[in-house]
């Protein structure tokens, strides 16, 4: 009996293994539709534009580049320290273990 589950196991694995190679060589049917869908999908979301302050950019990749390349010259600059500072009380009992009580 044990021979016989083996050469089933055997030839079960063989046939498991063409189908594979099947596959790989031929493909699947649904394949080419699958991927068409995709393809339809993400072709109607792209991002063909934007607008930007009343007009239309057709390169919305560049304009974002060249906007957040150069440095902001309006920043703000703050030459001062901060006022408030944790005392070493208040940062030990930030770093505290704490129970659910």
Known sequence: MSK?????????SELAQKAKVKWSIEGDEN???FHGI?????NNLAIRGIMVDG?????????CQN???AP???RLFM????PNRLSSDQ???LERHFSKE
């Open 4 to 12: 016989l589950a083996s050469l089933e196991n055997i030839e079960s």
């Open 31 to 33: 394949s080419k539709k």
């Open 79 to 82: 030459d001062m320290e901060f």
């Open 91 to 93: 940062a030990l009992d």
């Open 67 to 69: 906007r957040f390349e």
């Open 72 to 74: 902001c010259a309006t």
């Open 55 to 63: 007009d239309w950019m057709e390169d919305p990749f560049s304009h």
């Open 38 to 42: 995709i393809n339809k999908r993400r």
